[in-house]
C-alpha cells in the first residue's frame, strides 16, 4: 500500500481482508473481493491525525502494544479503549456502512483521549469555530490531565454498569451526549481554572446548544457520573458533586434567586436524582441519598435518604416528615 497527494490507496487479499496502519494504528476493513483497489480519500479527509507517511499492512493485536500510558482508578491495566476498537470492529462487521463513521471516529486514533478530542470537536463546531481549533482545545487538557483521563474511563464505566440501554463502551463514546456533555464540561473546568474565562464558557455555550445540557464551566464534578438521557440537565456555577452520581434528564441544581456567592447544591457520593428534579440552593445532599423524579429540594437530605414530593420529604420506612 501506499499513501501519495493525500490519497491512500490500499490492496487487500483475496478474502477481501485489509488491514491499514495509520498513526500507530492498524485498522482491518472488510470491502468487496476482487475490486482490487480502495481509494480510502474519502474517509481520510475528515479525520486527524491527517496521513502523510507511509502504511503498511500489520496484525490488528498489535493494539496491544499501543495502549495509553493510563492507571484506572482501580489498578488495573487499561483496558477501555482497547475494549471500544473490539466494539467497533464487531459493529463495522455487522453494519458495513458505518465503516467510514467508525473508521474516522475511532480507528484513525491511537488513545481514547486523541478520538474524544475529535469526536467533541466536531461535535461542537460550527461556521465560525472550526473543529481543527477546538481539536487543539480539547486535546491540550485531555492528553495532559491524568485526573481528567481516569474520570473519562469511570465515566465510561459507570454508564455501562448503570444504564441498562447502554449496549457497549463504544456506544456510549459515540452516541451518549450525557457522556459527552460531561467530557466537554471537564475540558472547560480545567480551562476556567487556568483562567481562560473566555474559551471555557464558549465550550459550555457550545454544549448547551448541541446536547442540551447547560453546566457552568466553574462547576466541580466527580467521576463515574451518570447523566441519564441528560436533557435539560441544568448544573450552576459553585455546584459541587461528587463522585459515582446519577443524574437523569430535566434535572436543575440551581440556585433560589435570593443570595448570591455559593448559592448552589452540594452532592455526595452515590447519590440518585430522579428526572425533573429541582434541587436549589446552598443545600447538601448526603452520601447515597435518593430524590423521587419531579421532587423540588430546598432542604438538606441526609446520607442514605429518600426524598420525594413538593416540597420534598424523606421517606424512611412509616416516617414522613416533611424536610
Excluded at 5 to 23: F, P, S
Excluded at 67 to 82: A, C
Excluded at 88 to 97: F, G, L
Amino acid at each position: 500500500m501506499l499513501a501519495a497527494d493525500g490519497v491512500l490507496a490500499a490492496h487487500w487479499d483475496d478474502r477481501g481482508i485489509e488491514t491499514v496502519r495509520t498513526g500507530g494504528i492498524q485498522v482491518v476493513m472488510v470491502v468487496e473481493v476482487g475490486r482490487g483497489r480502495l481509494l480510502c480519500s474519502e474517509v481520510l479527509k475528515f479525520c486527524r491525525p491527517h496521513v502523510s507517511n507511509l502504511v503498511s499492512c500489520n496484525s490488528i493485536h498489535q493494539y496491544e502494544q499501543k495502549l495509553p500510558d493510563v492507571t484506572p482508578h482501580d489498578g488495573g491495566d487499561d483496558h477501555v479503549w482497547l475494549k471500544i476498537l473490539e466494539e467497533a470492529k464487531s459493529d463495522m462487521e455487522q453494519e458495513p456502512i458505518l465503516s467510514k463513521y467508525y473508521f474516522s471516529s475511532v480507528f484513525l486514533h491511537n488513545s481514547l483521549e486523541t478520538a474524544l478530542a475529535n469526536h467533541l470537536a466536531i461535535k461542537l463546531s460550527n461556521s465560525n469555530i472550526t473543529s481543527d481549533t477546538l481539536y487543539g482545545v480539547f486535546l491540550s487538557v485531555l492528553s495532559e490531565d491524568v485526573e481528567i483521563k481516569r474520570a473519562i474511563r469511570d465515566d465510561l464505566r459507570a454508564v455501562k454498569e448503570r444504564d441498562p440501554a447502554c449496549i457497549s463502551f463504544v456506544h456510549c463514546f459515540l452516541n451518549f451526549k450525557g457522556f459527552l456533555a460531561c467530557q466537554a464540561h471537564r475540558v472547560a473546568h480545567k480551562l476556567w481554572s487556568q483562567g481562560r474565562i473566555a474559551v471555557a464558557l464558549l465550550i459550555q455555550n457550545r454544549v448547551s446548544e448541541v446536547f442540551a445540557v447547560d453546566i457552568h464551566p466553574a462547576a466541580k464534578i466527580g467521576w463515574g457520573i451518570l447523566l441519564d438521557h441528560a436533557t435539560g440537565v441544568v448544573i450552576g456555577e459553585t455546584a459541587v458533586i461528587g463522585n459515582d452520581v446519577s443524574i437523569l434528564h430535566n434535572v436543575t441544581l440551581g440556585g433560589t434567586g435570593k443570595v448570591s456567592g455559593d448559592r448552589h447544591p452540594k452532592i455526595g457520593d452515590g447519590v440518585l436524582i430522579g428526572a425533573g428534579t429541582k434541587v436549589l440552593g446552598n443545600i447538601k445532599i448526603g452520601e447515597g441519598a435518593k430524590i423521587g423524579a419531579a421532587s423540588v429540594v430546598l432542604k438538606e437530605v441526609p446520607p442514605k435518604a429518600t426524598a420525594v414530593g413538593n416540597p420534598a420529604r424523606m421517606v424512611r420506612g412509616n416516617d414522613r416528615p416533611k424536610l
